[in-house]
């Protein structure tokens, strides 16, 4: 069970929810967004977003029309892997689209930077490898 805190902007005050793992994240739309998915590789029970976070969420994915893999989404400041003012800490920014093909990633990246839904959209990073 995770303790759930979420900024409520239309009524400008916090809300509190308990949830499963399993379940879906405040004001998520059709369960695209489990508390799982949100916490990602996070170890706290306690996470925190706003709503307007979640409502993006719905907005986007509904655009996008299928399933979105979520890398990462809430991190606590020590538990590292981004900078130090990251939007993660704040609960209010997704690392999405691991599991695509470049091209795939790039296509998610236009339609997201183009929809005028979110405030900042990342430039997509080019995963390499070498060859055996």
């Known amino acids: 069970?995770?303790?759930i805190l979420v900024y409520n902007n239309q009524a400008n005050r916090m809300e509190t929810y308990y949830r499963g793992l399993s379940e879906a994240m405040p004001y998520i739309t059709n369960r695209t967004l489990t508390v799982r998915e949100f916490r990602s590789n996070s170890n706290t029970n306690i996470v925190w977003t706003s709503r307007n976070t979640m409502n993006s969420w719905n907005?986007?994915?509904t655009l996008y029309g299928r399933s979105i893999y979520v890398g990462f989404?809430?991190?606590r400041p020590w538990e590292g892997?981004?900078?130090n003012?990251?939007?993660?800490y704040a609960g209010v920014a997704f690392d999405v689209g691991?599991?695509?093909s470049?091209?795939?990633r790039l296509s998610m990246r236009n339609l997201a930077a183009s929809s005028g839904i979110w405030r900042y959209v990342e430039e997509?990073?080019?995963v390499l490898s070498k060859k055996r």
């Open 1 to 3: 069970m995770a303790k």
């Open 59 to 61: 907005r986007f994915r």
């Open 73 to 75: 989404a809430f991190k």
């Open 81 to 83: 892997g981004h900078a």
């Open 85 to 88: 003012q990251s939007q993660h």
């Open 98 to 100: 691991q599991n695509l």
């Open 102 to 104: 470049s091209a795939e």
């Open 124 to 126: 997509v990073t080019q």
